[in-house]
């Protein structure tokens, strides 16, 4: 049975991550990179493409789950009929190579326990070649090597449970039973063939490191407002999805889960998006992740270093920028929701907000007063001069469409943030160089014409580009980013307009106008066939605006709402589909939870101001 996305819970290692089902299978990991192919791939096909399950004989489903404390380390509660069983998973903080630990412990009664191992390399289209060495199982395919061992410890420390493996059906099975105080732990080591194995780890000695790892870690924080544990929990997120290595932070750690189950709408995600950048960048110094927020800046400032023609929209986990799109037709997809893609050629695409994201981004960190970097400032100068010849050129916008270029609204505001902030720089420190009149020329006339042209009088709301009628969720930023005061009365009808057009089910905001129903004239934007849901961070954008304007109980009420959509562990996916009642998209979605983090930030912030007036 086909688990919803809602259904899983993330693991991880800081430099990929897993999904772990309510059914206790882990059903997608990646090793050893988040971008590398996948072992585990059920999540996108069956059973058959890789999955590894562990649960108690005849349980289908847990009966509860969460973390332990803020930790990313899972623990699953099993009830049956002849007691009960925790399963303890998690990823360690890799030293040497990524291992999967997951340790059965008995909590009452006398339970059976089954594991079911299914490696697939290739993303579940490899069976491996399995053998056994020194009580090991080792499963080899191509450059892909993985060992999986078992060990037991009793109640009082001694010898545990004794653990019957064997091979059946191309998949490695193990049985046991546990009593209370039992634990039987399962540990996957995943290395390049060529190599030898690697150190093995204490899977126990590793459990108490991984809770003191993320404890010391999430003791850092600074953020002390409401739903606190929300926001911490997106925190730990964030973090999980960073490839600790170089500091890039993935949109999701999958590929291809759906924008509208059974359509084709199907992306991979497992890559580093410019547009995330100041929004990503705030959040991690909004709750004290400095050091953080820092390895971001310097990956950021890494990929994009060369020619500003060849700034890219997204790049690579360590800066690449070849992500060449391929589909893979040996799987069937999410709830047949084909095709399966790897890799994302809208990294081609020509986007001119990522100029303005990139150069906002670094103005944020040096106003933050994160260390400064010498090249930052005339990286930043090249850009800029770069996007003075381009920004009056048409382009593919802020959210990848695959339709013709148009002269979409967004990209013109952030054309305007990026002159904005070169004044602001060269006005705050006037010994850097620059030409600040020069820039501010820039910034008035292309003001003067997202007014003019990316503007519709008669329904006051600015739209999604120049002469269409539709409009973009994109405009709420508008009063964020400082191109109009909040309560300019564009701005006000901007809100309204897009919340009453792009509204779906209480505020819950779509991208843009993407169902036949909403195109003009037949003109679909985006160029591809079907819909899709409401796009989360949009709607967390709404309630920023709505506080921006001063509607604060409904920018609260529509927060507790966007709350009320975090599964049972507080994750988010990259869309909501409000007829279905389902997460979908990719998952957990690093956009979704930077939304989350910014508006309780901006709530907190107004709760501590109106405490303080009325003081």
Not at 496 to 516: C, H, K, T
Request: include cysteine; glycine fraction near 10%; proline fraction near 5%.
């Amino acid at each position: 049975m086909t688990q919803r996305i809602e259904d899983y819970a993330l693991i991880g290692d800081l430099q990929t991550a897993a999904l772990v089902g309510r059914d206790g299978s882990l059903d997608w990991l990646c090793l050893p990179r988040f971008d590398s192919a996948a072992c585990f791939a059920a999540l996108l096909g069956d059973q058959e493409n890789g999955h590894w399950r562990l649960a108690p004989e005849g349980s289908t489903t847990c009966s509860s789950r969460s973390y332990a404390g803020d930790s990313l380390v899972l623990e699953t509660v099993w009830e049956t009929r002849s007691g009960s069983v925790k399963v303890t998973d998690f990823m360690p903080q890799r030293d040497q190579a990524p291992d999967v630990v997951r340790i059965v412990e008995g909590l009452s009664g006398e339970v059976t326990v089954h594991s079911t191992l299914r490696l697939r390399f290739d993303y579940g289209h490899v069976v491996p070649w399995v053998r056994r060495t020194d009580g090991h199982r080792v499963a080899v395919a191509g450059p892909d090597a993985i060992w999986l061992r078992d060990v037991s410890r009793g109640a009082d420390g001694g010898a545990g449970p004794r653990v019957k493996t064997w091979g059946q059906q191309y998949s490695t099975r193990s049985s046991f039973t546990v009593q209370p105080g039992e634990q039987v732990a399962f540990v996957m080591t995943w290395h390049p063939s060529h190599e030898p194995r690697p150190d093995l780890i204490d899977p126990y000695e590793s459990l108490a490191h991984s809770l003191e790892d993320w404890e010391e870690w999430v003791a850092q924080c600074t953020y002390e407002g409401p739903h606190r544990d929300a926001v911490v929990r997106s925190l730990i997120t964030l973090k999980a999805l960073t490839y600790a290595p170089t500091g890039g932070i993935v949109a999701a750690p999958t590929t291809s889960l759906p924008e509208e189950l059974g359509g084709v709408r199907n992306w991979d995600y497992r890559y580093c998006w410019l547009r995330d950048s100041t929004l990503t960048l705030g959040a991690l110094l909004s709750a004290g992740y400095l050091d953080e927020a820092a390895q971001w800046r310097d990956w950021l400032l890494r990929a994009v270093a060369g020619d500003p023609a060849d700034l890219k929209i997204m790049y690579g986990i360590s800066g690449e920028r070849r992500l060449p799109e391929l589909e893979l037709p040996w799987l069937r997809g999410y709830e047949n929701s084909a095709p399966v893609r790897i890799g994302n050629d809208a990294a081609d695409q020509l986007q001119l907000d990522v100029y303005g994201e990139v150069i906002d981004s670094l103005y944020l960190a040096r106003e933050s007063g994160l260390a400064p970097k010498p090249h930052a400032w005339k990286l930043q100068l090249s850009l800029l001069g770069f996007l003075e010849t381009m920004w009056r050129e048409p382009d593919d916008g802020l959210w990848e469409v695959r339709g013709p270029r148009r002269h979409f609204v967004h990209s013109k505001v952030m054309a305007w943030v990026a002159a904005d902030r070169a004044v602001r720089t060269l006005e705050a420190d006037p010994s850097l160089p620059g030409d600040a009149a020069r820039w501010r020329a820039m910034r008035d006339e292309v003001h003067r014409e997202v007014c003019e042209k990316g503007y519709d009088p008669e329904r006051n709301t600015f739209t999604q580009s120049y002469g269409s009628a539709e409009l973009d969720a994109a405009t709420l930023l508008i009063p964020q980013v400082g191109f109009l005061p909040p309560d300019d009365p564009r701005v006000v009808g901007t809100v309204e307009a897009v919340r009453a057009e792009l509204g779906r089910d209480g505020d819950f905001i779509r991208r843009y106008s993407s169902d036949e129903a909403d195109a003009t004239e037949g003109n679909r934007v985006d160029g591809l066939p079907g819909g899709e849901g409401a796009f989360l961070v949009c709607s967390f954008w709404l309630a920023d605006a709505l506080l921006l304007t001063g509607r604060v109980k409904e920018a609260r009420e529509l927060f507790d709402k966007l709350l009320g959509l975090c599964n049972d562990v507080g994750l988010l996916a990259e869309e909501y589909d409000t007829v279905a009642k389902r997460q979908i998209g990719n998952f957990p979605q690093a956009f979704s939870h930077v939304g989350l983090v910014g508006t309780a930030q901006a709530l907190a912030r107004e709760e501590a101001r109106a405490e303080k007036g009325a003081g």
